[in-house]
Nanobody
Framework: QVQLVESGGGLVQPGGSLSLACAAS????????MGWYRQASGKRRELVAA???????NYADSVKGRFTCSRDNAKNTVILQMSSLKPDDTAVYYC??????????WGQGTQVTVAS
């Protein structure tokens, strides 16, 4: 079993910054991908950013240049640093971890609200 504990999130004004962190623990023998998805009210869940074990990253076009995804392989932790936040970034953000054996795990989600 794998547990994902998310932290961060909350209310921030437009143009502000916020960081999310996700720590994975449990029966993790080999973590491949780590990243973040988000789901706004009434919309489908979408990829925000993902980082592979080797360090390669991919970002949604809407967050490029504003968000940075990083990871600590030794601690199985992934961090999403968000800046220049916009109201459109308001959503529930979910941590996602993919193992080399194909298993996927999701965090419980953390709310990010961008409003003045």
């Amino acid at each position: 079993q794998v547990q994902l504990v998310e932290s961060g999130g909350g209310l921030v004004q437009p143009g502000g910054s916020l960081s999310l962190a996700c720590a994975a623990s449990g029966s993790i023998f080999s973590v491949n991908s780590m990243g973040w998805y988000r789901q706004a009210s009434g919309k489908r869940r979408e990829l925000v950013a993902a980082i592979q074990r080797g360090g390669s990253t991919n970002y949604a076009d809407s967050v490029k240049g504003r968000f940075t995804c990083s990871r600590d392989n030794a601690k199985n932790t992934v961090i999403l640093q968000m800046s220049s936040l916009k109201p459109d970034d308001t959503a529930v953000y979910y941590c996602n971890v993919g193992l080399f054996d194909g298993r996927l795990y999701w965090g419980q989600g953390t709310q990010v609200t961008v409003a003045s």
